[in-house]
């Protein structure tokens, strides 16, 4: 196999692997009411540790705007989420997980565990750390 290949095959790979995966969070996580946007808009919140205005948290899911509108009226109808108009510009809206959504994260993280251990069942940790390198690479070039 040349180069050219390669590359092919890696990134053919590397789309099946991402709709696979968001498919089975999405299956593990039917139960609870949440999808993967909604799980990954709660936990991007979670993570950022500071007040996220609706449109960066757009451009943090890699989403457009008009979309997360509706992933957060979705969220907010649940009591996952709230919006506050934000102090530093009245024109936006800042995004804030409730208790209920961090409740929720809480709950869904033993299910999102297990999906890991099952999914990553035999992989060494080498094996692993070369794929976070991978991933990051990836990331790192697409961000350029």
Not at 41 to 64: P, W
Not at 71 to 93: H, K
Not at 117 to 135: H, K, Q, T, Y
């Amino acid at each position: 196999m040349d180069e050219s290949e390669r590359l092919r095959a890696f990134a053919v790979s590397l789309g099946d692997v991402a709709r696979l995966w968001r498919g089975q969070i999405d299956r593990r996580l039917r139960p609870s009411g949440l999808s993967f946007m909604q799980w990954l808009t709660l936990s991007q919140l979670s993570r950022a540790g500071r007040d996220v205005v609706q449109k960066d948290l757009a451009a943090l899911v890699s989403i457009e705007g008009p979309t997360m509108v509706g992933i957060l009226d979705r969220l907010v109808g649940s009591g996952l989420v709230e919006r506050r108009v934000s102090a530093t510009d009245r024109r936006a809206n800042t995004v804030h997980l409730t208790t209920g959504g961090h409740d929720k994260l809480d709950e869904i993280e033993g299910e999102l565990q297990a999906l890991r251990e099952d999914m990553l069942a035999g992989l060494s940790g080498p094996d692993l750390e070369s794929g976070i390198r991978i991933f990051k690479h990836i990331v790192e070039r697409g961000r350029s």
